[in-house]
């Protein structure tokens, strides 16, 4: 079975840019979750979309946006991106939904400058 | 609110010996508790995962948590360190007052000297 796949696994953006990160989840899966890593913040919630609707978010500015399509990969979206935004972004799947065993991908390293 | 929070942001074993990694929490209600790993460019990858059906979970890997309610405490060990065992370590507390959203403590990176 594969695995949790994002795309592109490396983005370098301008202040200011906007970008857009790809999650395919594992097959079957059909809640899909985002978390931004950096070193000073650590881990954080960004979204969960389950089925196409958006289920749960984090606290993050509406700058951040995703969306699930009906075979459950998912995309998201930073607008207006801030040097603030560099970060590896990650993205997990599951059945049902975070409170089970997550399964995540490599991430994407977004690099703003 | 929720909260974790892993004591140690760095610990370092020597192959072979017990490993401790320490972990507090905070949940409003009875919480789901995760520790999840994470290796040098990779995702995460869960070790366990408590759910109230018993205090002492075993994961994968050798490493078992104990779930403390009195202490609000879920501590990871593992008897004896392996060189693969060098990575970060994440506590992860999950709760229906928050929605089910995950809250991660900071990390605790491990070193395995040989």
């Known amino acids: 079975k594969a695995g949790v796949t994002q795309t592109p696994r490396y983005l370098i953006k301008t202040r200011g840019q906007q970008v857009t990160l790809s999650c395919s989840p594992i097959?079957?899966?059909?809640?899909v979750s985002w978390y931004q890593q950096t070193p000073g913040q650590g881990l954080q919630f960004l979204f969960e979309?389950?089925?196409?609707?958006?289920?749960n978010k984090g606290n993050f500015p509406g700058r951040f946006s995703g969306r699930q399509f009906s075979n459950s990969r998912s995309e998201m979206n930073v607008s207006t991106l801030e040097l603030g935004d560099s970060a590896l972004y990650l993205c997990?799947?599951?059945?049902?939904?975070?409170?089970?065993?997550?399964?995540f991908g490599s991430g994407t390293q977004l690099s703003v400058l | 609110a929720q909260s974790v929070t892993q004591l140690d942001s760095h610990v370092s074993v020597s192959e072979g010996t017990p490993v401790l990694l320490r972990c507090n929490y905070s949940s409003s209600y009875s919480p789901s508790l995760f520790w999840y790993v994470q290796h040098p460019n990779k995702g995460l990858q869960l070790l366990l995962k408590y759910t109230s059906a018993a205090t002492l979970v075993k994961g994968i890997n050798g490493f078992e948590a104990e779930f403390k309610k009195s202490e609000t405490s879920f501590h990871l060990t593992k008897p004896s360190a392996h060189m693969s065992d060098a990575a970060e370590y994440f506590c992860?507390?999950?709760?229906?007052?928050?929605?089910?959203?995950?809250?991660f403590g900071g990390g605790t990176r491990v070193l395995v000297k040989p």
């Open positions: 097959s079957g899966h059909r809640s």
């Open positions: 992860v507390v999950s709760g229906q007052a928050a929605g089910n959203k995950l809250t």
């Open positions: 979309y389950f089925s196409e609707t958006q289920r």
């Open positions: 997990a799947s599951s059945y049902r939904g975070p409170n089970e065993k997550l399964f």
